[in-house]
């Protein structure tokens, strides 16, 4: 029986393992830059920036949803922003990846968001039609823009 709970701090190499995955699964492995201690004190430290959904199966871990709220001005109400969806390639097609989207649409609902976003690279077709079949449309008119590393610095010390 699939079962869907909020991550705690002992999960962390758990939901670190799980990142390094999904990484590892889009090609970008070499991009995980953290670790799992980093990543408990930042999801369950004194100031969390994300929560982690955790689906399992009498126990054993299946996948996980990591997300956090961002705020549409237009809509004048939160949102929730999905980072990361990852299924082990073993619980694939058996419903995981759906029941944690549908638990993130539940929070959403219950924290009077008015959406549910991710990202999905383009090259990721099973992921694409899977999100499709849920009713997610591409918001194809965004292009989304990162500014890291030594950008970043150059822009703070700009100001």
Known sequence: MISIRAAVREDAPLVFRFICDLAEYEKLRHEVKGDAQGLAERLFGPRPYAEVLIAEDDGAPLGFALFFHNFSTFEGRPGLYLED??????????????????????????????????AVLDWNTPAIDFYRSLGARPMDEWTANRIDGDALKALAASG
């Open 85 to 118: 969806l990852f299924v082990t390639p073993e619980a694939r097609g058996k419903g995981v990846g759906k029941r944690l989207l549908a638990r993130l649409a539940a929070l959403a609902i219950e924290r009077d968001c008015a959406r549910l976003e991710w």
